[in-house]
């Protein structure tokens, strides 16, 4: 079964985007086959990997609203395609309370892309709207950025109620991937009290790298690129490459769990016969 995951964080600014883009790139450069899908109004996603958000006529508008799959576009890395986000996007939340079963418009049209990925990863508004409840409901888990600043608990507080609430209702098999810790800046003491309050709290639900502040991971979206195509070593680029081993160790133990070790031993000789194209640029 393909993995579809979320990144959700209602509290904006907290690196949800950076997460999302570099993530998905980094799992990639790794050998998997990825689709990560633009479902926020603001395109940022889209605009980061280069594309100019009103320029692409298929969209996840379309995939959401006129429920038929759009054709993905090709990235600038051999595994990683993309549905962007438009401008219409700006409408799906109205349109979608008039229609039947609307929190389910993403899982049916997500079917289509069963057997084509390994991953699919979405990139969710900064909002707990129809659009977020229903990557919620698509998913069979999520990824939660959390900038190391003091509403940093509060927001994720909130987040958590609302997963439960998915759970009770639309998809009780969702489950949390992990939370990272995004914009740490080893000097400041309070990055280390809330990296210390969420260890202490969800223990191995945070992820053992931390996202670093970084000039370069905030200048890569201008350039349409992801840190590990526009600056490879440097230390946002090692850090989610290192966030990307510990999340496929941690599918990996997943399907272990589920009785899908046969399908992952598999799914790592394909993905591993796939040259990095990160080394190709070398």
Known sequence: MIEIIGFCNQKGGVGKTTTAINLAASVADQGRHALLIDLDPQSNTTTGLGFQKNSVISNSYNLVIDNFPPNPVKTALPNLDLIPSTSDLVAAEANLYGM????????????????????????????????????????????????????????????????????????????????LL????????????????????????????????????????????????????????QSYQEVAREFLERIKTKEKEEGGEEKWKERRLVGGLQPSFRQSLR
Do not use: W
Request: proline share 6%; hydrophobic share 40%; net charge negative.
């Open 100 to 179: 039947s079963e609307k929190e389910f418009r993403l899982k049916k049209a997500l079917q289509a892309f069963q057997g084509d990925y390994d991953f699919v990863f979405i990139d969710a508004p900064p909002s707990l709207g129809l659009l977020t409840i229903n990557i919620l409901a698509a998913a069979t888990s999520i990824i939660v950025p959390v900038q190391c600043e003091y509403y940093a608990l509060e927001g994720l507080t909130d987040l958590l109620q609302t997963i439960d609430a998915v759970r009770e209702k639309l998809n009780p098999a969702l489950d949390i991937s992990g939370i």
């Open 182 to 237: 995004t914009m740490y800046d080893r000097r400041n003491n309070l990055a280390k009290e809330v990296e210390s309050d969420l260890r202490n709290h969800f223990v191995e639900k945070v992820f053992k790298t931390v996202i670093p502040r970084s000039v370069r991971l905030s200048e890569a979206p201008s350039h349409g690129k992801p840190i590990i195509l526009y600056d490879p070593y440097s230390s946002g680029s």
